[in-house]
């Protein structure tokens, strides 16, 4: 069974830090993995897609490795500002899961404080 | 183009009661799927349907049931509702089986009293 691990669990950073989020997974055989955000109360908003046989994905000041043979992705955030503050999710589409059927890690807490 | 859009974004019901919640996908995707999101167990799937038909299908129970109309629009129905049924519950929509990007809704908030 696909568990996903993020790590740290919450981040509290001053404005203007680069910062790195893990996520972690235990089963290589997937599509993709995509990362989410999460503001409180709200829906997921896509921040990147990684197909499995990238290795990086950029878009403005966020970049998204993929390391499938260890099971790892880390998501950087350049010049962190309090607009970053929200949960970070990541999830992988597994290749058992025969279709788009995710499964997410429990989410880094993101704090970017003025 | 128009997101993903959830109806209704909230509801009360009481123990026993069953409720039907709305998804449109983004135009043109025939790919939508439900997931519950709770403090608890955090974003758990619940099923995916492409097509009006049923593709995969979470770990929950019989209570849970959903479909799929012909214009792509889903609907998923919780039948003699819990307390433990209190959720968000989120649709995405892709344009593609596998290897395409999710896009989600904003949600529909589920409270059981």
């Known amino acids: 069974k696909q568990e996903v691990t993020q790590i740290p669990a919450a981040l509290s950073v001053p404005e203007g830090e680069n910062l790195v989020l893990n996520c972690s997974f235990t089963?290589?055989?997937?599509?993709?993995l995509q990362w989410f955000r999460q503001d409180p109360g709200k829906g997921l908003t896509s921040l990147l897609l990684?197909?499995?046989?990238?290795r990086e994905q950029t878009s403005g000041r966020l970049n998204a490795s993929l390391d499938k043979s260890s099971g790892r992705s880390t998501l950087y955030i350049a010049a962190s500002q309090p607009g970053d503050s929200a949960t970070y999710l990541c999830?992988?589409?597994?290749?058992?899961?025969?279709?788009?059927?995710?499964?997410f890690g429990t989410g880094t807490q993101l704090k970017v404080e003025l | 183009k128009a997101g993903v859009t959830q109806t209704p974004r909230y509801l009360i019901k009481t123990r026993g009661q069953q409720v039907t919640l709305s998804c449109s996908p983004i135009?043109?995707?025939?790919?939508v799927s439900w997931y519950q999101q709770t403090p608890g167990q955090g974003l758990q799937f619940l099923f995916e349907?492409?097509?009006?038909?049923?593709?995969n299908k979470g770990n929950f129970p019989g209570r849970f049931s959903g479909r799929q109309f012909s214009n792509s629009r889903s609907e998923m129905n919780v039948s003699t509702l819990e307390l433990g049924d209190s959720a968000l519950y989120l649709c995405?929509?892709?344009?593609?089986?596998?290897?395409?990007?999710?896009?989600f809704g904003e949600g529909s908030r589920l409270t059981v009293l």
């Open positions: 999830a992988v589409n597994e290749v058992t899961g025969g279709g788009n059927k995710l499964t």
């Open positions: 349907y492409f097509s009006e038909t049923q593709r």
């Open positions: 995405a929509s892709s344009s593609q089986l596998n290897t395409g990007e999710l896009f």
């Open positions: 990684i197909q499995s046989s990238q």
């Open positions: 089963d290589s055989a997937i599509y993709n």
């Open positions: 135009s043109g995707h025939r790919s």
